[in-house]
């Protein structure tokens, strides 16, 4: 009975990382296809785009994660770089600004989820731009 089980789990889980495969492969296509890739809202240096999960994660602790230009997803950190603000001696908002993209290491799970909202984005951004090149 445990043997079956665990076969379950086992099936499950291998279930859920292909489909993670397979999301991971369509994200990447559309993210090639949408050039030039967009500027996040409000950033300075960062071409990326939200995948906002709905809050299905569950992971309050996360930041915000967005898809870039490589179809892999980063939790997009954005403050003051003090140092720039040493070096310079003055508060340049430009110079001051630091956006920093960190890779992330997500359940099969959650990175479909992720990874889902982020090819929804992406897709809508490529319409619109079918839409505008229409008119």
Known sequence: ??????????QAD????RAAMQIQQLLKEACAE?????????ALFTNAIECDDGGLSG????????????????????????D?????????????????????????RDYLVYAYAGLMAVTEHLLEREAEAKT
């Open 34 to 42: 949408l050039d030039p890739f967009p500027s996040f809202p409000n």
């Open 84 to 108: 720039s603000i040493e070096l310079t001696g003055s508060w340049d908002p430009v110079t001051a600004r630091k956006e920093t993209l960190k890779k992330v290491e997500l359940h099969p």
């Open 59 to 82: 992971d309050p602790e996360r930041g915000c994660i967005v898809v870039c230009d490589d179809g892999e997803l980063y939790e997009l950190q954005m403050g003051i770089d003090h």
């Open 1 to 10: 009975m445990a043997n079956q089980a665990l076969l379950r789990k086992t």
């Open 14 to 17: 291998m279930a859920l990382e």
